[in-house]
């Protein structure tokens, strides 16, 4: 098939333009920068606004009026840039806006370095601003899934009205792969409770407050159960090698493509090890989490932070089978023969 | 004279969203300001016929709840950041009319940042902002805008300069940018000032319909409440006290010779978006790529070398057209500071099976453009694999035995051709003859598709060239 070679930071631009959005508010950070690059060459050229904002709290807040206003709008940005954005996004959670935050990850805590990490799993998968809330993640592992997540995000955002993150690292921004195009969007959805300035949209209202309590708290358990709703219709996770797999690696993002290969290694030598990919973080793929617990010794959580997806597996496997980590942070990936030796570790323990 | 008794159209009949019994008064105190500006907004929308392209934007304060008033489009936003809100809804709907209406603390403290970014970029919205020198929906703490020596619960001995310095001026922070193009201070105290506040209002709306302008209309404003003062006590404190400091009147007006900006969007229907999205993929000719659908590669490839020598442009021209011959192919860079003036090197897969880490950590080949390079990554290269350096600018041979080793003087050779550059061109020529990696005739034929600076293809196909040479004259 025909394709283009391409970075994942340009091919989440592309797949968003595809799938109709045509409103982009950022500011610039390493290693998500090029996102706004291409956002600021193509947005214009097809149709659309390219704010370079003030600060990352503009940003999201532009984003907050684009989405009020029915607009399909994107922002990007990494790990000190989406700490910044928490507040706005959970006004974008609270008043059920759909939108699209991109989290090219980097090292942490603080300025850390520009270099990848998972560190922001729990600040994306749990909410992460103030409030009772909860954005769809989705965590692709190839510069074609950039493409692919940046039209399924908008899909998702718009379905259930929630804001939708893709969350990868420095390493999927960074590499080039090459891509094939999906079509693009025929008509994005009509928003009928979107405020357009016009007669039919002057008796909406977009808003997060609800001064009574037991107002409050309906609109709190009408969230919950829209969550509930995602969780159980929008799980997605990838298996590789499963079927007769004693051993279960997880991880996602980049992780997975390393696993992916030390799974192959290890098959090779006669380990019995298979991969479970989760391609939501929220929700998080229970389904197949729980299915594999069934006939597996034990899981194996790699990740470049620290133990954060952990966390979900262990609660979703309720100590059923052991869960062990292995993780390395700081901007330093795990290698296929580090994955591969502690597998062999924990065999030898088990 | 009926239509003078008659509530404005622009504000609902019965305020629904308003909880409690009382749908039909506001919430605002007596004498306070808000309830007066509303009345000369709405009436405003209402003459200029624009109630139902209204967009009201409530901020946190007081006006939180000013979309139970307004019969308009209404969005309630963060603190402080309505101007941002307001851009991104104006982008999307640019024939709206935009209202942006922020008290002291949401405009001028924790919102500073957003109004004066978006007065700078002459957003075609109208601000409102209500200055009342305090607090008032928190419960009366310090403002920016609080005079010297006023007490509130957060300076209940009086602002003091040495502690939370002077009151700002925002009217005059904002007139000094180029961008904005009407901004005035007026005052709702006695009859005639509320009446010229009228004017203003007006004006102030009437740019953003007629020529998209950015306007700032600073409104003083009596809080009697967290005051503790009578309405008519605090109307007088505003009039004597408060317009001392902040004088009153145009603090900028450019809208006789403003021009309406151009703020419409190009329609791009799906057929012209491959063009405008830049969506060209890349051709694969099947006929010459034939021989190598049978080849069994499976290259990692690490190249390394200053910045500047095309370390990582030599990794994307190899998986460019590592795809032009339909193997699955990926790129990794050593991103940021480093490659800027340090040392570059960026991994490169190709092969036939579908990839999985795009890190190469042993690399089958490696590409070693200057000495730091070799030294760091020759232990790395599994046995077996291939080390090409270039030997014109690396002073010493590598060390392994177990491995094949091509000494090129690939910038010497570039040099030679007349561009330094073209030596990670030489060293691509170089490797793909002698591994027979790919046919040579499709990537001279793709590299003007590849290259972004079109005026250098023909010099790198002679580099590409020359590389080949060189190996044929080894064999």
Same mark, same amino acid.
Request: net charge neutral.
């Given at each position: 098939?025909?394709?283009?070679?391409l970075?994942?930071?340009v091919?989440?631009?592309?797949?968003?333009?595809? =799938?109709?959005? *045509? =409103?982009? +508010?950022?500011?610039?950070?390493?290693? =998500?920068?090029e996102?706004?690059?291409a956002?600021?060459?193509?947005?214009?050229?097809?149709?659309?606004?390219?704010?370079? =904002?003030?600060?990352e709290?503009?940003?999201?807040?532009?984003?907050?009026?684009?989405?009020s206003?029915?607009e *399909?709008?994107m922002?990007?940005s990494?790990?000190?840039?989406?700490?910044?954005?928490?507040?706005?996004?959970?006004?974008?959670?609270?008043?059920?806006?759909?939108?699209?935050?991109?989290?090219?990850?980097?090292?942490?805590?603080?300025?850390?370095?520009?270099?990848?990490?998972?560190?922001d799993?729990?600040?994306?998968?749990?909410?992460?601003?103030?409030?009772n +809330?909860?954005?769809?993640?989705l965590a692709?592992?190839?510069?074609?899934?950039?493409?692919?997540?940046?039209?399924l995000?908008?899909?998702?955002?718009?379905? +259930?009205r929630?804001?939708?993150?893709v969350l990868?690292?420095?390493?999927?921004?960074?590499?080039m792969?090459?891509?094939?195009?999906?079509?693009?969007?025929?008509?994005?959805?009509?928003?009928?409770?979107a405020?357009?300035?016009?007669?039919?949209?002057?008796?909406?209202?977009?808003?997060?407050?609800?001064?009574?309590?037991?107002?409050?708290?309906?609109?709190?358990?009408?969230?919950?159960?829209?969550?509930?709703?995602?969780e159980e219709?929008e799980? *997605?996770?990838?298996?590789y090698?499963?079927?007769?797999a004693?051993?279960?690696?997880?991880? +996602?993002?980049?992780?997975?493509?390393?696993?992916?290969?030390?799974?192959?290694?290890?098959?090779?030598e006669?380990?019995?090890?298979?991969?479970?990919?989760?391609?939501?973080?929220?929700?998080?793929?229970?389904?197949?989490?729980?299915?594999?617990?069934?006939?597996?010794k034990?899981f194996?959580?790699?990740?470049?932070?620290?133990?954060?997806l952990?966390?979900?597996?262990?609660?979703?496997?309720?100590?059923?089978?052991?869960?062990?980590l292995?993780?390395?942070?700081?901007?330093?990936?795990?290698?296929?023969?580090?994955?591969h030796?502690?597998?062999?570790?924990?065999?030898r323990?088990? | 004279?009926n239509?003078?008794l008659?509530?404005?159209?622009s504000?609902?009949?019965?305020?629904?969203?308003?909880?409690?019994?009382d749908k039909?008064?506001?919430t605002?105190?007596?004498?306070?300001?808000?309830?007066?500006?509303?009345?000369?907004?709405?009436?405003?929308?209402?003459?200029?016929?624009?109630?139902?392209?209204?967009?009201?934007?409530?901020?946190?304060?007081?006006?939180?709840f000013?979309y139970?008033?307004?019969h308009?489009? &209404?969005?309630?936003?963060a603190?402080?950041?309505?101007?941002?809100?307001?851009?991104g809804?104006?982008?999307?709907?640019?024939?709206?009319?935009v209202?942006?209406?922020? /008290?002291?603390?949401?405009?001028?403290?924790?919102g500073?940042?957003?109004?004066?970014?978006?007065?700078?970029?002459?957003e075609g919205?109208?601000?409102?902002?209500?200055? $009342?020198?305090?607090?008032?929906?928190?419960?009366?703490?310090?403002?920016?805008?609080?005079?010297v020596?006023?007490?509130?619960?957060?300076?209940?001995?009086?602002r003091?300069?040495?502690?939370?310095?002077?009151?700002?001026r925002?009217?005059e922070?904002?007139?000094?940018?180029?961008?904005?193009?009407?901004?005035?201070?007026?005052?709702?105290?006695?009859t005639?000032?509320?009446?010229?506040?009228r004017?203003?209002?007006?004006?102030?709306?009437?740019?953003?319909?007629?020529?998209?302008a950015?306007?700032?209309?600073?409104?003083?404003?009596?809080?009697?409440? $967290?005051?503790?003062l009578?309405?008519?006590?605090?109307?007088?404190?505003?009039?004597?006290?408060?317009?001392?400091?902040?004088?009153l /009147?145009?603090k900028?007006?450019?809208?006789?010779?403003?021009?309406? %900006?151009?703020?419409?969007?190009?329609?791009?229907? &799906?057929s012209?978006?491959?063009d405008?999205?830049?969506?060209e993929?890349?051709?694969?000719?099947?006929?010459?790529?034939?021989?190598?659908?049978?080849?069994?590669?499976?290259?990692?490839?690490?190249?390394?070398?200053?910045?500047?020598?095309?370390?990582?442009?030599?990794g994307?021209?190899?998986?460019?057209?590592?795809?032009?011959?339909?193997?699955q192919?990926?790129w990794?860079?050593?991103?940021g500071?480093?490659?800027?003036?340090?040392?570059?090197?960026?991994s490169?897969?190709?092969?036939q099976?579908?990839?999985?880490?795009?890190?190469?950590?042993?690399?089958?080949?490696?590409?070693?453009?200057?000495?730091?390079?070799?030294?760091?990554?020759?232990?790395d290269?599994?046995? /077996?694999?291939l080390?090409?350096?270039? &030997?014109?600018?690396?002073?010493?041979?590598?060390?392994?035995?177990?491995?094949?080793?091509?000494?090129?003087p690939?910038?010497?050779?570039?040099?030679?051709? /007349?561009?330094?550059?073209?030596? $990670?061109?030489?060293?691509?020529?170089?490797l793909?003859?002698?591994k027979?990696?790919?046919?040579?005739?499709?990537?001279?034929?793709?590299?003007?598709?590849?290259?972004?600076?079109?005026?250098?293809v023909e010099?790198?196909?002679k580099?590409?060239?020359?590389?080949?040479?060189?190996i044929?004259?080894? %064999?």
């Amino acid at each position: 098939m025909a394709k283009q070679f391409l970075k994942g930071n340009v091919a989440v631009v592309k797949g968003a333009i595809l =799938a109709g959005c *045509r =409103a982009y +508010y950022g500011y610039p950070i390493t290693p =998500a920068s090029e996102i706004a690059h291409a956002a600021a060459m193509y947005m214009p050229l097809t149709g659309g606004t390219f704010v370079q =904002a003030e600060s990352e709290i503009a940003a999201i807040n532009m984003v907050y009026g684009a989405a009020s206003a029915g607009e *399909r709008v994107m922002t990007a940005s990494s790990g000190p840039g989406i700490s910044l954005k928490q507040e706005g996004v959970s006004y974008c959670a609270g008043a059920e806006l759909p939108c699209v935050i991109v989290d090219v990850v980097r090292g942490g805590p603080g300025l850390g370095n520009i270099a990848p990490e998972q560190s922001d799993y729990n600040q994306v998968v749990k909410g992460g601003g103030h409030g009772n +809330y909860k954005c769809i993640v989705l965590a692709p592992n190839s510069v074609q899934e950039m493409c692919d997540f940046g039209m399924l995000a908008f899909d998702l955002a718009d379905k +259930y009205r929630n804001p939708v993150y893709v969350l990868t690292d420095g390493f999927i921004g960074q590499m080039m792969e090459p891509v094939e195009f999906p079509e693009p969007v025929e008509k994005i959805p009509e928003k009928s409770w979107a405020v357009k300035g016009t007669k039919e949209t002057s008796d909406n209202l977009i808003t997060s407050i609800e001064l009574d309590p037991d107002d409050l708290e309906r609109h709190n358990q009408k969230l919950q159960q829209k969550y509930a709703i995602i969780e159980e219709q929008e799980q *997605r996770a990838e298996e590789y090698r499963t079927d007769d797999a004693e051993i279960i690696l997880i991880g +996602y993002g980049i992780i997975s493509r390393i696993m992916q290969t030390a799974v192959d290694n290890l098959r090779e030598e006669g380990v019995k090890v298979g991969m479970l990919r989760p391609i939501t973080l929220f929700p998080f793929p229970k389904k197949s989490v729980t299915k594999l617990a069934k006939s597996a010794k034990f899981f194996l959580t790699v990740e470049m932070s620290n133990g954060q997806l952990i966390d979900d597996v262990r609660l979703t496997i309720e100590g059923n089978v052991p869960v062990y980590l292995y993780n390395r942070m700081g901007g330093n990936v795990p290698s296929i023969k580090e994955i591969h030796d502690e597998v062999m570790k924990l065999m030898r323990l088990s | 004279m009926n239509n003078i008794l008659k509530k404005s159209a622009s504000f609902y009949d019965v305020y629904e969203r308003r909880p409690g019994a009382d749908k039909l008064t506001t919430t605002y105190c007596p004498g306070c300001g808000h309830g007066v500006l509303h009345k000369l907004i709405a009436e405003a929308l209402d003459d200029f016929g624009v109630r139902e392209k209204t967009i009201f934007i409530s901020p946190v304060g007081c006006s939180v709840f000013a979309y139970y008033y307004f019969h308009t489009g &209404n969005v309630q936003v963060a603190h402080g950041r309505a101007p941002a809100a307001a851009t991104g809804i104006k982008r999307a709907h640019p024939d709206s009319v935009v209202i942006s209406y922020q /008290g002291d603390g949401d405009l001028a403290a924790i919102g500073t940042a957003e109004i004066i970014h978006a007065a700078n970029r002459g957003e075609g919205i109208t601000v409102f902002f209500v200055n $009342n020198a305090i607090y008032g929906m928190t419960g009366g703490q310090m403002a920016p805008t609080t005079l010297v020596g006023q007490k509130t619960m957060t300076s209940p001995r009086g602002r003091s300069v040495n502690n939370e310095g002077y009151p700002i001026r925002m009217s005059e922070v904002i007139a000094t940018l180029k961008a904005p193009v009407f901004i005035e201070r007026v005052m709702i105290g006695d009859t005639k000032s509320t009446m010229h506040a009228r004017q203003t209002v007006r004006k102030a709306l009437k740019l953003q319909i007629e020529k998209n302008a950015f306007s700032f209309i600073e409104v003083l404003s009596a809080c009697p409440s $967290n005051m503790k003062l009578t309405p008519s006590r605090s109307k007088q404190w505003v009039k004597e006290v408060l317009a001392d400091y902040f004088p009153l /009147g145009v603090k900028k007006d450019v809208s006789e010779e403003f021009e309406p %900006k151009d703020i419409s969007r190009l329609v791009v229907s &799906n057929s012209e978006l491959p063009d405008a999205l830049n969506l060209e993929t890349a051709k694969v000719d099947s006929e010459k790529i034939a021989p190598y659908r049978e080849k069994k590669i499976n290259e990692e490839i690490k190249v390394a070398g200053f910045g500047g020598q095309g370390v990582l442009s030599l990794g994307t021209v190899l998986s460019e057209m590592g795809m032009r011959h339909d193997y699955q192919v990926s790129w990794l860079p050593s991103y940021g500071p480093e490659m800027r003036g340090g040392t570059a090197n960026c991994s490169v897969k190709i092969s036939q099976k579908k990839i999985g880490s795009p890190l190469v950590a042993n690399p089958t080949i490696l590409i070693a453009m200057n000495r730091p390079s070799l030294d760091k990554f020759e232990n790395d290269v599994i046995s /077996g694999g291939l080390i090409i350096y270039d &030997n014109s600018l690396i002073d010493r041979k590598p060390v392994r035995d177990d491995v094949e080793i091509i000494a090129i003087p690939a910038t010497k050779m570039a040099d030679e051709l /007349g561009n330094t550059k073209a030596a $990670n061109m030489v060293i691509v020529g170089a490797l793909i003859e002698y591994k027979d990696l790919m046919s040579q005739e499709v990537v001279l034929e793709s590299l003007g598709d590849v290259l972004k600076r079109k005026n250098l293809v023909e010099l790198n196909q002679k580099a590409i060239l020359r590389g080949a040479e060189f190996i044929n004259n080894l %064999k």
